[in-house]
Nanobody
Framework: QVQLVESGGGLVQPGGSLRLSCAAS????????MAWYRQAPGKQRELVAA???????NYADSVKDRFTISRDNAKNTVYLQMNSLKPEDTAVYYC??????????????WGQGTQVTVSS
């Protein structure tokens, strides 16, 4: 069974940094597209950053130039480096993974989420 386990969340002051990690218990990790989503109270879940299996990345406009997604295929882990954090970054952050089989069947998975709170 595939598991995505996030870590690294916590309380940080505005302007501070955090690094989230997501360890995936999957084989062929390098074939998965990986992403980070977040959901703030009363809001819909939104894409924060994505890293495709082909190596391309994309970011929400609100986090460009502040957040960086990266992956270590040898460790089956994806990271989200978050700098210059703002109170509006406060949310539960979720790790997401998907891939398509040769038959075009989509397999997707979510982590349990990790809380990030930005407050003085």
């Amino acid at each position: 069974q595939v598991q995505l386990v996030e870590s690294g969340g916590g309380l940080v002051q505005p302007g501070g940094s955090l690094r989230l990690s997501c360890a995936a218990s999957v084989s062929m990790f390098d074939t998965y597209n990986m992403a980070w989503y977040r959901q703030a109270p009363g809001k819909q879940r939104e894409l924060v950053a994505a890293d495709s299996s082909g190596g391309s990345t994309n970011y929400a406009d609100s986090v460009k130039d502040r957040f960086t997604i990266s992956r270590d295929n040898a460790k089956n882990t994806v990271y989200l480096q978050m700098n210059s954090l703002k109170p509006e970054d406060t949310a539960v952050y979720y790790c997401y993974a998907d891939r398509y089989s040769r038959l075009g069947i989509k397999y997707d998975y979510w982590g349990q989420g990790t809380q990030v709170t930005v407050s003085s």
